[in-house]
């Protein structure tokens, strides 16, 4: 989910924070850096890596607006193209010195491809569970960046304390001036 998050937050275009937010021209510092958000040691993405990253990125983001929207059927549709398209399959993998892990790709794909298909089965159990309401779209004004709410209450509205933080001081900065 992390990566997930990573992918969407850093490779789709939009506002952050405040400010508009523009894909850099290269993307590949950007991709790593979605990729780093749960694997801090990835490799770096390459031009045309993060290229295709960003187009899963871009479908990865339809699902977080449309449970933010409330249109889970939406979400899950899109949730089941990729899982289709990347023939997405639990296997047991052991690489690069770490122990056996679960993957969601079988071998031969393309960076992208084993991504889209494990970023897609991880939002496939969150929707599949009753925490399909914990994915979410930044609420603070020009903000659209994306979270998974991981609290305790289940109350979360914005991608980051900073964003919190803005709309909490606008709305003190308003009471006080009434």
């Not at 479908?59 to 929207?69: G, N």
């Not at 949730?79 to 289709?84: V, W």
Request: proline fraction near 6%; charge should be positive; hydrophobic fraction near 35%.
């Amino acid at each position: 989910m992390r990566v997930a998050v990573g992918l969407i937050n850093s490779l789709t275009p939009g506002e952050r924070r405040g400010r508009p937010y523009a894909l850099p021209a290269d993307l590949a510092p950007a991709a790593t850096d979605g990729l780093r958000a749960g694997y801090p040691r990835h490799q770096e993405a390459s031009p045309t890596e993060a290229t295709e990253l960003a187009a899963v990125a871009r479908r990865l983001r339809t699902v977080f607006e449309a449970v933010s929207s409330g249109d889970i059927d939406a979400a899950a549709g899109q949730i089941n193209r990729l899982l289709e398209e990347t023939n997405a399959r639990p296997r047991l993998d052991r690489h690069d010195g770490e122990p056996w892990h679960l993957h969601f790709h079988g071998p031969g794909g393309t960076m992208a491809g084993d991504w889209a298909a494990s970023c897609a089965t991880s939002l496939a159990i969150v929707l599949g569970s009753e925490f399909h309401d914990r994915l979410g779209v930044c609420t603070a004004p020009h903000c659209d960046r994306v979270y998974v709410d991981v609290s305790r209450n289940g109350t979360r509205r914005f991608c980051s304390t900073a964003c919190q933080n803005r709309v909490k001081t606008a709305a003190f900065r308003a009471r006080a001036r009434t």
